[in-house]
Protein backbone atom coordinates (compact mmCIF):
# COMPACT_ATOMS: atom_id res chain seq x y z
CA UNK A 1 0.00 0.00 0.00
CA UNK A 2 1.19 3.23 -1.12
CA UNK A 3 1.49 6.05 2.02
CA UNK A 4 2.06 9.82 1.54
CA UNK A 5 5.01 11.00 2.88
CA UNK A 6 3.69 13.07 5.93
CA UNK A 7 5.21 16.63 6.02
CA UNK A 8 4.16 18.35 9.38
CA UNK A 9 2.87 22.64 9.93
CA UNK A 10 6.70 23.58 10.50
CA UNK A 11 7.95 21.79 7.46
CA UNK A 12 5.15 23.12 5.65
CA UNK A 13 6.25 26.89 6.57
CA UNK A 14 9.31 26.03 5.70
CA UNK A 15 8.27 25.19 2.36
CA UNK A 16 5.95 27.66 1.62
CA UNK A 17 8.55 30.18 3.41
CA UNK A 18 11.13 28.84 0.83
CA UNK A 19 9.09 28.89 -2.44
CA UNK A 20 7.24 32.04 -1.47
CA UNK A 21 10.25 34.39 -0.23
CA UNK A 22 12.21 34.25 -3.68
CA UNK A 23 9.06 36.09 -5.56
CA UNK A 24 7.83 38.48 -2.93
CA UNK A 25 10.64 41.18 -3.45
CA UNK A 26 13.60 41.81 -6.03
CA UNK A 27 17.31 42.04 -4.54
CA UNK A 28 17.04 45.64 -5.82
CA UNK A 29 14.10 46.85 -3.96
CA UNK A 30 13.56 48.29 -0.53
CA UNK A 31 11.36 46.08 1.09
CA UNK A 32 10.25 48.37 3.87
CA UNK A 33 9.56 51.10 1.22
CA UNK A 34 6.01 50.44 0.98
CA UNK A 35 5.62 51.36 4.52
CA UNK A 36 4.73 55.01 4.95
CA UNK A 37 2.94 57.19 8.09
CA UNK A 38 -0.25 57.79 8.28
CA UNK A 39 -1.86 61.40 8.71
CA UNK A 40 -2.50 60.20 12.84
CA UNK A 41 1.33 60.21 12.98
CA UNK A 42 1.49 63.97 11.97
CA UNK A 43 1.20 67.20 13.92
CA UNK A 44 -2.07 68.38 13.62
CA UNK A 45 -3.05 72.28 15.04
CA UNK A 46 -5.89 72.07 17.45
CA UNK A 47 -4.48 68.69 18.57
CA UNK A 48 -2.94 69.40 22.71
CA UNK A 49 0.42 68.32 22.76
CA UNK A 50 1.84 66.50 25.82
CA UNK A 51 4.67 67.34 27.48
CA UNK A 52 8.06 64.87 27.03
CA UNK A 53 10.64 65.15 29.69
CA UNK A 54 13.98 63.56 29.97
CA UNK A 55 15.88 61.78 32.87
CA UNK A 56 18.80 59.70 33.65
CA UNK A 57 18.59 56.66 35.74
CA UNK A 58 20.78 55.20 37.69
CA UNK A 59 19.74 51.33 38.49
CA UNK A 60 20.23 48.66 41.32
CA UNK A 61 18.16 46.37 39.83
CA UNK A 62 20.57 45.61 37.07
CA UNK A 63 23.71 47.51 39.01
CA UNK A 64 26.57 49.87 37.92
CA UNK A 65 23.97 50.62 35.27
CA UNK A 66 22.98 54.39 33.59
CA UNK A 67 20.22 54.55 31.02
CA UNK A 68 18.09 57.85 29.92
CA UNK A 69 14.32 57.38 30.20
CA UNK A 70 11.60 59.77 29.20
CA UNK A 71 8.44 60.65 30.44
CA UNK A 72 5.45 61.80 28.32
CA UNK A 73 1.99 63.36 30.32
CA UNK A 74 -0.92 64.24 27.46
CA UNK A 75 -2.59 67.30 28.17
CA UNK A 76 -5.39 65.32 29.34
CA UNK A 77 -4.40 64.23 32.28
CA UNK A 78 -5.63 65.77 35.45
CA UNK A 79 -4.46 63.65 38.00
CA UNK A 80 -7.99 62.75 39.30
CA UNK A 81 -8.03 59.12 38.37
CA UNK A 82 -5.39 56.78 37.89
CA UNK A 83 -3.77 57.24 33.93
CA UNK A 84 -2.80 54.56 32.18
CA UNK A 85 0.38 53.25 31.62
CA UNK A 86 2.51 52.56 28.17
CA UNK A 87 6.59 51.11 28.60
CA UNK A 88 8.41 51.16 25.91
CA UNK A 89 12.18 50.01 25.72
CA UNK A 90 14.92 51.33 23.36
CA UNK A 91 13.14 55.03 24.50
CA UNK A 92 15.10 56.81 21.33
CA UNK A 93 13.64 55.12 18.81
CA UNK A 94 9.68 55.06 19.88
CA UNK A 95 9.60 58.85 21.27
CA UNK A 96 11.61 60.92 18.37
CA UNK A 97 9.55 62.81 16.50
CA UNK A 98 11.91 62.89 13.19
CA UNK A 99 11.62 58.53 13.67
CA UNK A 100 9.70 55.75 12.13
CA UNK A 101 7.45 55.40 15.10
CA UNK A 102 6.76 58.76 16.60
CA UNK A 103 4.90 57.65 19.41
CA UNK A 104 4.32 60.87 20.83
CA UNK A 105 2.76 62.23 18.31
CA UNK A 106 0.14 59.09 17.65
CA UNK A 107 -0.29 59.25 21.39
CA UNK A 108 -1.40 62.91 21.26
CA UNK A 109 -3.89 62.48 18.07
CA UNK A 110 -5.51 59.06 19.01
CA UNK A 111 -6.48 60.70 22.70
CA UNK A 112 -7.71 63.75 21.37
CA UNK A 113 -9.87 61.44 18.90
CA UNK A 114 -11.18 59.42 22.44
CA UNK A 115 -9.37 55.68 20.36
CA UNK A 116 -6.70 55.89 23.10
CA UNK A 117 -7.35 56.49 27.19
CA UNK A 118 -5.64 59.17 29.09
CA UNK A 119 -2.24 57.23 28.91
CA UNK A 120 1.39 58.16 30.26
CA UNK A 121 3.88 56.79 28.42
CA UNK A 122 7.48 55.79 29.73
CA UNK A 123 10.20 55.54 27.10
CA UNK A 124 13.44 53.84 28.61
CA UNK A 125 16.79 53.11 27.20
CA UNK A 126 18.56 49.83 27.61
CA UNK A 127 21.34 50.61 30.88
CA UNK A 128 25.06 51.18 29.05
CA UNK A 129 28.29 50.11 31.77
CA UNK A 130 30.32 53.34 31.41
CA UNK A 131 30.99 56.98 32.05
CA UNK A 132 28.68 58.18 29.35
CA UNK A 133 26.17 56.52 27.05
CA UNK A 134 27.08 55.11 23.58
CA UNK A 135 26.95 57.35 21.01
CA UNK A 136 24.32 54.66 19.01
CA UNK A 137 21.83 53.69 21.89
CA UNK A 138 21.05 50.74 19.90
CA UNK A 139 24.64 49.76 20.98
CA UNK A 140 24.14 49.91 25.19
CA UNK A 141 26.35 47.32 26.54
CA UNK A 142 23.80 45.72 28.76
CA UNK A 143 20.89 45.98 26.43
CA UNK A 144 20.80 41.61 24.98
CA UNK A 145 21.57 41.14 29.13
CA UNK A 146 18.28 42.80 29.58
CA UNK A 147 16.44 42.65 26.61
CA UNK A 148 17.03 39.27 25.77
CA UNK A 149 17.59 37.14 29.04
CA UNK A 150 14.23 35.11 29.91
CA UNK A 151 13.84 35.85 33.64
CA UNK A 152 11.35 38.87 35.59
CA UNK A 153 14.25 41.07 36.07
CA UNK A 154 13.43 43.74 33.63
CA UNK A 155 10.21 43.57 34.74
CA UNK A 156 10.76 44.14 38.08
CA UNK A 157 13.25 46.89 37.57
CA UNK A 158 10.27 48.58 35.42
CA UNK A 159 7.73 47.89 38.17
CA UNK A 160 9.44 47.83 41.26
CA UNK A 161 12.49 50.52 40.77
CA UNK A 162 11.51 53.24 38.13
CA UNK A 163 7.74 53.34 38.03
CA UNK A 164 7.68 54.39 41.60
CA UNK A 165 10.39 57.13 41.35
CA UNK A 166 8.69 58.23 38.36
CA UNK A 167 5.51 58.68 39.92
CA UNK A 168 7.00 60.19 43.10
CA UNK A 169 8.90 62.58 41.12
CA UNK A 170 6.54 63.35 38.19
CA UNK A 171 3.43 63.49 41.16
CA UNK A 172 2.00 61.22 38.52
CA UNK A 173 -1.60 59.19 39.57
CA UNK A 174 -0.77 55.52 38.04
CA UNK A 175 -2.60 52.78 37.46
CA UNK A 176 -1.59 49.25 38.84
CA UNK A 177 -4.43 47.30 36.77
CA UNK A 178 -2.62 45.05 34.73
CA UNK A 179 -5.45 46.06 32.19
CA UNK A 180 -4.11 49.63 32.29
CA UNK A 181 -0.69 48.56 31.45
CA UNK A 182 0.99 47.89 28.50
CA UNK A 183 4.62 47.30 27.16
CA UNK A 184 6.46 47.53 23.97
CA UNK A 185 9.67 46.77 21.93
CA UNK A 186 11.08 46.52 19.01
CA UNK A 187 13.86 43.60 17.57
CA UNK A 188 15.18 42.36 21.55
CA UNK A 189 13.00 45.17 22.82
CA UNK A 190 9.82 43.21 21.67
CA UNK A 191 10.40 39.77 23.35
CA UNK A 192 11.81 41.92 26.31
CA UNK A 193 8.51 43.47 26.51
CA UNK A 194 6.49 40.00 26.12
CA UNK A 195 8.67 38.13 29.32
CA UNK A 196 8.01 41.38 31.13
CA UNK A 197 4.28 40.08 30.97
CA UNK A 198 4.63 36.35 30.81
CA UNK A 199 6.80 36.42 33.80
CA UNK A 200 4.28 38.96 35.80
CA UNK A 201 0.72 38.97 34.16
CA UNK A 202 -0.31 40.93 37.35
CA UNK A 203 1.88 44.16 36.49
CA UNK A 204 1.46 43.99 32.26
CA UNK A 205 -1.95 43.04 30.49
CA UNK A 206 -1.01 44.16 27.16
CA UNK A 207 2.06 43.47 24.82
CA UNK A 208 3.19 45.06 21.79
CA UNK A 209 6.23 43.29 19.53
CA UNK A 210 7.61 44.84 16.29
CA UNK A 211 9.97 42.48 14.55
CA UNK A 212 10.02 40.52 17.67
CA UNK A 213 13.26 38.19 18.79
CA UNK A 214 11.89 35.05 19.67
CA UNK A 215 15.34 32.96 18.83
CA UNK A 216 17.94 31.78 20.41
CA UNK A 217 19.94 35.06 21.70
CA UNK A 218 19.72 33.48 24.91
CA UNK A 219 16.82 30.72 24.68
CA UNK A 220 13.80 33.21 23.08
CA UNK A 221 12.74 30.51 21.35
CA UNK A 222 11.64 28.26 23.36
CA UNK A 223 8.70 30.57 23.92
CA UNK A 224 6.29 28.79 21.40
CA UNK A 225 6.95 25.44 23.41
CA UNK A 226 6.59 27.16 27.03
CA UNK A 227 3.04 29.22 25.38
CA UNK A 228 1.76 25.56 24.26
CA UNK A 229 2.57 23.84 27.51
CA UNK A 230 1.59 27.02 30.15
CA UNK A 231 -1.81 27.57 31.24
CA UNK A 232 -3.01 30.38 29.50
CA UNK A 233 -2.11 33.82 30.84
CA UNK A 234 -4.53 36.69 30.89
CA UNK A 235 -2.42 38.65 28.67
CA UNK A 236 -3.35 40.41 25.01
CA UNK A 237 -0.47 40.21 22.66
CA UNK A 238 0.00 41.89 19.16
CA UNK A 239 2.85 40.92 17.29
CA UNK A 240 4.15 42.31 13.63
CA UNK A 241 7.22 41.14 11.63
CA UNK A 242 7.96 40.74 7.79
CA UNK A 243 8.81 38.19 6.12
CA UNK A 244 12.43 39.85 5.03
CA UNK A 245 13.66 39.82 8.56
CA UNK A 246 16.86 38.61 10.16
CA UNK A 247 17.85 34.93 9.05
CA UNK A 248 20.58 34.01 10.49
CA UNK A 249 22.90 31.48 13.35
CA UNK A 250 19.98 32.56 16.22
CA UNK A 251 17.40 32.08 14.10
CA UNK A 252 14.75 32.80 11.44
CA UNK A 253 13.06 35.60 12.43
CA UNK A 254 9.87 35.94 10.61
CA UNK A 255 9.75 31.95 11.25
CA UNK A 256 9.99 32.22 14.95
CA UNK A 257 7.14 35.06 14.74
CA UNK A 258 4.63 32.68 13.24
CA UNK A 259 5.49 29.80 15.21
CA UNK A 260 4.98 32.73 18.06
CA UNK A 261 1.08 33.20 16.73
CA UNK A 262 0.75 29.83 16.06
CA UNK A 263 1.02 29.00 19.29
CA UNK A 264 -1.10 31.67 20.74
CA UNK A 265 -3.66 30.79 18.75
CA UNK A 266 -3.46 27.15 19.83
CA UNK A 267 -4.28 28.21 23.26
CA UNK A 268 -7.01 30.55 22.77
CA UNK A 269 -5.08 33.70 23.27
CA UNK A 270 -6.28 37.47 22.77
CA UNK A 271 -3.48 37.85 20.00
CA UNK A 272 -3.57 39.23 16.74
CA UNK A 273 -0.47 38.83 14.41
CA UNK A 274 0.36 41.50 11.11
CA UNK A 275 2.44 40.03 8.98
CA UNK A 276 4.07 42.46 6.23
CA UNK A 277 7.18 41.62 3.89
CA UNK A 278 9.22 44.25 5.73
CA UNK A 279 12.59 43.52 6.83
CA UNK A 280 14.09 44.31 10.69
CA UNK A 281 13.05 47.70 10.45
CA UNK A 282 10.52 49.55 12.83
CA UNK A 283 8.99 50.97 9.28
CA UNK A 284 5.70 48.73 9.62
CA UNK A 285 5.41 48.60 13.26
CA UNK A 286 5.62 52.39 12.79
CA UNK A 287 2.88 52.51 10.16
CA UNK A 288 0.83 50.33 11.95
CA UNK A 289 1.16 51.69 15.50
CA UNK A 290 -2.55 53.76 15.43
CA UNK A 291 -4.19 50.85 14.41
CA UNK A 292 -2.32 48.70 17.21
CA UNK A 293 -2.94 50.85 19.93
CA UNK A 294 -6.40 50.87 18.85
CA UNK A 295 -6.86 46.99 19.06
CA UNK A 296 -4.83 46.75 22.75
CA UNK A 297 -7.15 49.73 24.00
CA UNK A 298 -10.29 48.40 22.65
CA UNK A 299 -12.27 47.81 25.98
CA UNK A 300 -10.93 51.38 27.43
CA UNK A 301 -12.76 53.84 25.35
CA UNK A 302 -16.95 54.10 24.58
CA UNK A 303 -17.47 52.63 21.64
CA UNK A 304 -18.94 54.38 18.45
CA UNK A 305 -17.28 57.92 19.44
CA UNK A 306 -17.99 58.63 16.31
CA UNK A 307 -21.78 59.18 16.82
CA UNK A 308 -22.93 62.82 16.55
CA UNK A 309 -22.70 64.13 20.09
CA UNK A 310 -25.85 65.92 19.22
CA UNK A 311 -28.03 63.06 18.15
CA UNK A 312 -31.63 62.98 19.71
CA UNK A 313 -31.29 61.26 23.23
CA UNK A 314 -32.91 58.32 23.59
CA UNK A 315 -35.60 57.89 26.93
CA UNK A 316 -34.76 55.39 29.42
CA UNK A 317 -38.25 54.75 30.20
CA UNK A 318 -38.23 53.57 26.21
CA UNK A 319 -35.62 50.63 26.58
CA UNK A 320 -36.22 49.60 30.23
CA UNK A 321 -38.88 47.20 30.53
CA UNK A 322 -41.11 47.86 33.09
CA UNK A 323 -41.33 44.28 35.40
CA UNK A 324 -43.02 43.41 38.78
CA UNK A 325 -42.51 41.01 41.63
CA UNK A 326 -44.40 39.88 44.51
CA UNK A 327 -42.04 40.13 47.57
CA UNK A 328 -42.33 37.32 49.77
CA UNK A 329 -41.21 38.25 53.34
CA UNK A 330 -40.81 41.41 55.33
CA UNK A 331 -43.38 43.77 56.36
CA UNK A 332 -44.01 44.14 52.21
CA UNK A 333 -45.17 40.44 52.30
CA UNK A 334 -47.03 39.73 49.14
CA UNK A 335 -47.00 43.49 48.01
CA UNK A 336 -46.24 44.36 44.49
CA UNK A 337 -42.96 46.00 43.46
CA UNK A 338 -42.46 47.55 39.97
CA UNK A 339 -38.59 47.75 38.98
CA UNK A 340 -36.96 48.29 35.55
CA UNK A 341 -34.97 45.85 33.37
CA UNK A 342 -32.76 47.04 30.16
CA UNK A 343 -31.90 43.85 28.23
CA UNK A 344 -28.81 43.96 25.94
CA UNK A 345 -29.99 45.54 22.22
CA UNK A 346 -30.40 42.43 20.78
CA UNK A 347 -30.13 38.96 22.96
CA UNK A 348 -27.94 35.94 20.85
CA UNK A 349 -29.20 32.57 21.80
CA UNK A 350 -26.65 31.08 23.65
CA UNK A 351 -25.03 34.25 24.73
CA UNK A 352 -24.71 35.27 28.20
CA UNK A 353 -24.34 38.61 29.37
CA UNK A 354 -23.32 40.93 31.95
CA UNK A 355 -25.53 42.45 34.66
CA UNK A 356 -25.54 45.46 35.90
CA UNK A 357 -27.60 46.73 39.71
CA UNK A 358 -27.86 50.39 39.58
CA UNK A 359 -29.22 51.61 43.24
CA UNK A 360 -30.07 55.45 42.86
CA UNK A 361 -30.06 58.11 45.26
CA UNK A 362 -32.90 59.41 47.75
CA UNK A 363 -34.17 61.78 45.17
CA UNK A 364 -35.36 59.10 43.18
CA UNK A 365 -37.09 57.11 45.78
CA UNK A 366 -41.46 56.84 44.78
CA UNK A 367 -43.67 54.63 43.26
CA UNK A 368 -43.59 55.68 39.80
CA UNK A 369 -40.96 52.78 38.41
CA UNK A 370 -39.46 55.77 36.43
CA UNK A 371 -37.61 58.10 38.48
CA UNK A 372 -34.65 55.79 39.47
CA UNK A 373 -33.79 56.00 35.64
CA UNK A 374 -32.00 59.13 35.87
CA UNK A 375 -28.20 59.40 35.86
CA UNK A 376 -26.73 56.01 35.21
CA UNK A 377 -29.83 54.44 33.69
CA UNK A 378 -30.51 57.10 31.27
CA UNK A 379 -27.00 57.08 30.45
CA UNK A 380 -26.81 52.98 29.83
CA UNK A 381 -29.35 53.49 27.35
CA UNK A 382 -28.08 55.73 24.95
CA UNK A 383 -27.21 53.93 21.32
CA UNK A 384 -23.35 54.67 21.75
CA UNK A 385 -22.99 53.19 25.33
CA UNK A 386 -25.60 50.41 24.89
CA UNK A 387 -23.84 48.97 21.62
CA UNK A 388 -20.53 48.97 23.50
CA UNK A 389 -21.59 47.28 26.36
CA UNK A 390 -24.60 44.94 25.41
CA UNK A 391 -25.19 44.09 28.72
CA UNK A 392 -28.89 43.82 31.35
CA UNK A 393 -29.28 46.86 33.65
CA UNK A 394 -31.22 46.50 36.64
CA UNK A 395 -32.89 49.33 38.05
CA UNK A 396 -35.31 48.54 41.09
CA UNK A 397 -36.72 51.52 43.58
CA UNK A 398 -37.03 52.58 47.12
CA UNK A 399 -39.96 53.47 48.26
CA UNK A 400 -40.81 57.23 49.55
CA UNK A 401 -39.22 57.95 53.28
CA UNK A 402 -37.26 54.96 53.05
CA UNK A 403 -33.65 54.10 52.62
CA UNK A 404 -31.31 50.90 51.10
CA UNK A 405 -29.91 51.04 54.66
CA UNK A 406 -31.64 52.47 57.65
CA UNK A 407 -28.68 54.74 58.76
CA UNK A 408 -27.49 58.26 58.87
CA UNK A 409 -25.71 58.88 55.83
CA UNK A 410 -24.62 62.48 56.77
CA UNK A 411 -22.03 60.56 59.86
CA UNK A 412 -18.93 62.23 59.33
CA UNK A 413 -17.06 59.12 59.52
CA UNK A 414 -18.70 55.69 59.56
CA UNK A 415 -22.35 54.07 60.86
CA UNK A 416 -23.33 50.83 62.58
CA UNK A 417 -24.87 48.59 59.61
CA UNK A 418 -27.67 46.67 60.94
CA UNK A 419 -27.06 43.33 61.53
CA UNK A 420 -29.97 42.18 59.05
CA UNK A 421 -30.81 43.23 55.73
CA UNK A 422 -33.22 46.02 55.62
CA UNK A 423 -36.50 44.93 53.54
CA UNK A 424 -35.91 47.32 50.75
CA UNK A 425 -32.64 45.66 50.19
CA UNK A 426 -34.30 42.08 50.71
CA UNK A 427 -36.21 43.07 47.99
CA UNK A 428 -33.95 43.95 45.64
CA UNK A 429 -32.35 40.84 46.16
CA UNK A 430 -34.95 38.85 45.06
CA UNK A 431 -35.26 40.78 42.23
CA UNK A 432 -32.01 40.18 41.31
CA UNK A 433 -32.28 36.66 42.07
CA UNK A 434 -34.85 36.37 39.70
CA UNK A 435 -33.44 37.99 37.25
CA UNK A 436 -30.32 35.99 37.25
CA UNK A 437 -32.54 32.50 37.04
CA UNK A 438 -34.58 33.86 34.37
CA UNK A 439 -32.50 35.80 32.03
CA UNK A 440 -28.90 34.50 30.17
CA UNK A 441 -26.43 36.36 32.62
CA UNK A 442 -22.85 36.10 32.90
CA UNK A 443 -21.94 34.84 36.43
CA UNK A 444 -18.66 35.98 36.05
CA UNK A 445 -19.62 39.56 35.27
CA UNK A 446 -22.33 40.66 37.68
CA UNK A 447 -22.10 44.61 38.94
CA UNK A 448 -22.77 46.64 41.67
CA UNK A 449 -23.19 50.79 41.22
CA UNK A 450 -25.01 53.14 43.37
CA UNK A 451 -24.66 56.78 43.81
CA UNK A 452 -25.36 58.70 47.43
CA UNK A 453 -28.00 56.88 49.20
CA UNK A 454 -27.45 53.93 47.10
CA UNK A 455 -23.87 54.35 47.05
CA UNK A 456 -24.40 53.29 51.31
CA UNK A 457 -26.30 50.42 49.38
CA UNK A 458 -24.27 49.29 47.49
CA UNK A 459 -21.14 49.34 50.11
CA UNK A 460 -23.94 47.39 52.16
CA UNK A 461 -25.53 44.87 49.63
CA UNK A 462 -21.87 44.02 48.56
CA UNK A 463 -20.30 43.19 52.11
CA UNK A 464 -23.53 41.13 52.46
CA UNK A 465 -22.50 38.79 48.90
CA UNK A 466 -18.79 39.54 48.89
CA UNK A 467 -18.73 36.01 45.97
CA UNK A 468 -21.20 37.57 43.80
CA UNK A 469 -20.32 40.34 41.94
CA UNK A 470 -17.03 40.80 40.34
CA UNK A 471 -16.86 45.17 40.80
CA UNK A 472 -18.32 47.34 42.60
CA UNK A 473 -18.55 50.76 42.02
CA UNK A 474 -19.78 53.34 45.17
CA UNK A 475 -19.68 56.79 44.21
CA UNK A 476 -20.49 59.43 46.98
CA UNK A 477 -21.54 56.70 49.33
CA UNK A 478 -20.45 55.57 53.32
CA UNK A 479 -20.02 52.57 54.72
CA UNK A 480 -19.92 50.15 58.03
CA UNK A 481 -15.49 50.50 57.95
CA UNK A 482 -15.71 47.99 60.49
CA UNK A 483 -17.07 45.09 57.73
CA UNK A 484 -14.77 46.79 54.54
CA UNK A 485 -12.25 44.12 54.60
CA UNK A 486 -14.72 41.47 53.43
CA UNK A 487 -14.43 43.00 50.14
CA UNK A 488 -10.77 42.32 49.85
CA UNK A 489 -10.83 39.90 47.27
CA UNK A 490 -13.48 42.36 44.95
CA UNK A 491 -11.97 45.24 42.49
CA UNK A 492 -13.74 48.37 44.06
CA UNK A 493 -13.85 52.03 42.51
CA UNK A 494 -14.44 54.61 44.83
CA UNK A 495 -15.34 58.34 43.77
CA UNK A 496 -16.33 61.34 46.18
CA UNK A 497 -16.06 65.17 45.19
CA UNK A 498 -14.46 67.06 48.07
CA UNK A 499 -16.84 69.46 48.38
CA UNK A 500 -19.51 67.22 48.82
CA UNK A 501 -21.95 68.85 51.93
CA UNK A 502 -24.69 65.87 51.90
CA UNK A 503 -22.49 62.77 52.53
CA UNK A 504 -18.95 63.63 53.76
CA UNK A 505 -15.80 62.75 51.76
CA UNK A 506 -14.19 61.56 54.74
CA UNK A 507 -16.77 58.77 54.59
CA UNK A 508 -15.22 57.62 51.33
CA UNK A 509 -11.59 58.72 53.00
CA UNK A 510 -12.05 56.06 55.32
CA UNK A 511 -14.03 52.99 53.85
CA UNK A 512 -10.99 52.90 51.12
CA UNK A 513 -8.10 53.21 54.16
CA UNK A 514 -10.03 50.35 56.11
CA UNK A 515 -10.20 48.45 52.72
CA UNK A 516 -6.67 48.74 52.39
CA UNK A 517 -5.99 47.93 55.74
CA UNK A 518 -8.00 44.73 55.57
CA UNK A 519 -5.35 43.52 52.67
CA UNK A 520 -8.03 45.20 49.64
CA UNK A 521 -7.73 48.24 46.95
CA UNK A 522 -9.60 49.77 45.37
CA UNK A 523 -9.34 53.04 42.90
CA UNK A 524 -10.19 56.21 44.42
CA UNK A 525 -11.28 59.18 43.08
CA UNK A 526 -11.20 62.35 44.80
CA UNK A 527 -12.80 65.13 42.39
CA UNK A 528 -11.20 68.28 43.47
CA UNK A 529 -14.10 70.92 43.55
CA UNK A 530 -16.71 68.73 43.47
CA UNK A 531 -20.17 68.87 45.26
CA UNK A 532 -22.41 65.91 46.05
CA UNK A 533 -23.06 65.53 42.36
CA UNK A 534 -19.90 63.53 41.65
CA UNK A 535 -22.14 61.05 39.97
CA UNK A 536 -22.22 62.76 36.59
CA UNK A 537 -17.81 63.12 36.00
CA UNK A 538 -17.62 59.56 37.67
CA UNK A 539 -20.17 57.92 35.10
CA UNK A 540 -20.10 60.16 32.28
CA UNK A 541 -16.11 59.97 31.39
CA UNK A 542 -15.22 58.08 28.45
CA UNK A 543 -12.12 56.06 29.81
CA UNK A 544 -13.43 55.85 33.48
CA UNK A 545 -15.71 54.11 35.91
CA UNK A 546 -18.32 52.18 33.46
CA UNK A 547 -15.10 50.83 30.94
CA UNK A 548 -13.67 49.63 34.27
CA UNK A 549 -16.50 48.21 35.26
CA UNK A 550 -16.41 46.13 32.76
CA UNK A 551 -13.28 44.72 32.00
CA UNK A 552 -13.70 43.33 35.77
CA UNK A 553 -14.43 39.35 35.84
CA UNK A 554 -14.74 37.04 38.57
CA UNK A 555 -12.12 34.12 38.01
Known amino acids: MHRRPFLNPITILLLVFIVQLPSSIRADENPDEIYELSQESQRHEGVPRGDVTMHVWNSTVFEDTTREYYVYVPKQYDGTQPACVMVFQDAHSYVSEEGSVRAPVVFDNLIHAGDLPVTVGIFINPGHKGDEQPENRWRANNRSFEYDTLSDQYARFVVQELLPHIARDQNLNLSTDPADRAICGASSGGICAFTAAWTHPEWFGKVLSHIGSFTNIRGGHAYPALIRKTERKPIRVFLQDGENDLDNKRGNWWLANLEMAAALKFMNYDYRFVAGQGSHSQRHGGAILPDSLRWLWRDHTVGNLKRPVDEAPVAAVDVFED ?9 YKDETFHYRLMPP ?11 VLFLHGAGERGTDNARQLLYFP ?4 QPRWRERFPCYVLAPQCREGQRWVEVDWGLPETHDAPPEPDDQIKVVQ ?12 DKRRIYLTGLSMGGVGSWDLAVRRPNLFA ?16 LKDVPMWVAHGDADTAVPVQRSRLAVAALREGGGEAVYVELPGVGHNSWTPSYTDNDGLVPWLFRQARP
Request: aromatic fraction near 4%; proline fraction near 6%; charge should be positive.
Open 323 to 331: RTLKFTGGR
Open 345 to 355: PNVQEGKEYPL
Open 378 to 381: QQMA
Open 430 to 441: QILDRTLAEKPI
Open 471 to 486: AVATICGGADNSTVAK
